[in-house]
């Protein structure tokens, strides 16, 4: 069973739209984070967490809000989305950093349109 | 700060060839350095890691990756390349004082069947 899950896999909207971007792990860890995949970048970090209510800018957090509810859930927002964020969203986690390599588990990915 | 440089956006092979995927990183110290596969409509996949150690380290399918200090390099091999090998594979570096991974630009194999 997939351990961590996104939801919608697949979303257009216009510009200008709210988007909200979910993501669910049952792997038990603490850290979540939100990529960005697009053509010749490869994954940029835009937001990241470490437990519920807590919030790490990443290297690409401009138009981006997120917040993590539980230890589970992970959702990024778009409130006035924009053509630029049409993209590949990934959601990862990962057990805490200080605890060996802490390597990072990948869900399926949104494909998100701005029309 | 880390980063990551995958020289060569896309690389073809024919089946059964040998395969060498080139990986350059910046950090100053020893950082932890992982490989990822991405096959076509899914999320990255663990290929294999490696932080200190036997420079070479195995991965799954095959795979293996040789760590040098003195080229800050981690170049992925594979003796024997299958078609079902063609994927997007990613490098990608960690520091040892946080959480952050920063990925390379990736290359995308192609296996000529």
């Known amino acids: 069973e997939a351990a961590v899950t996104q939801s919608p896999r697949n979303k257009v909207t216009v510009t200008g739209g709210n988007v909200t971007l979910s993501c669910r792990q049952t792997?038990?860890?603490?850290?979540m984070y939100w990529y960005r995949q697009d053509t010749g970048h490869g994954l940029r970090l835009i937001h990241y967490?470490?437990?519920?209510?807590?919030?790490q800018i990443g290297d690409v957090p401009d138009g981006y809000k997120a917040t993590r509810t539980t230890q589970e859930d992970f959702f990024l927002l778009l409130e006035l989305a924009s053509p630029s964020q049409t993209s590949l969203y990934f959601c990862?986690?990962?057990?805490?950093?200080?605890?060996?390599?802490?390597?990072?588990?990948f869900g399926p990915g949104t494909r998100l349109t701005v029309l | 700060a880390q980063s990551v440089t995958q020289p060569d956006a896309r690389v073809t092979v024919s089946e059964g060839a040998s395969l060498q995927l080139r990986c350059k990183y910046s950090?100053?110290?020893?950082?932890?350095l992982f490989w990822y596969v991405q096959y076509p409509r899914q999320g990255l996949q663990l290929l294999l890691k490696?932080?200190?150690?036997?420079?070479v380290v195995q991965g799954v399918n095959g795979f293996e990756a040789e760590f040098s200090k003195s080229n800050s390099s981690f170049h992925l091999r594979k003796a024997s390349v299958h078609w079902s090998d063609s994927a997007v594979y990613f490098c990608?570096?960690?520091?040892?004082?946080?959480?952050?991974?920063?990925f390379g630009g990736g290359t995308r194999l192609t296996v000529r069947p």
């Open positions: 490696y932080y200190s150690g036997d420079p």
């Open positions: 990608a570096v960690r520091n040892n004082a946080g959480a952050k991974l920063t």
């Open positions: 990862a986690s990962s057990d805490d950093w200080e605890y060996n390599y802490a390597e990072q588990f």
């Open positions: 792997n038990s860890h603490n850290y």
């Open positions: 967490s470490y437990g519920a209510g807590n919030l």
């Open positions: 950090y100053s110290a020893t950082p932890y």
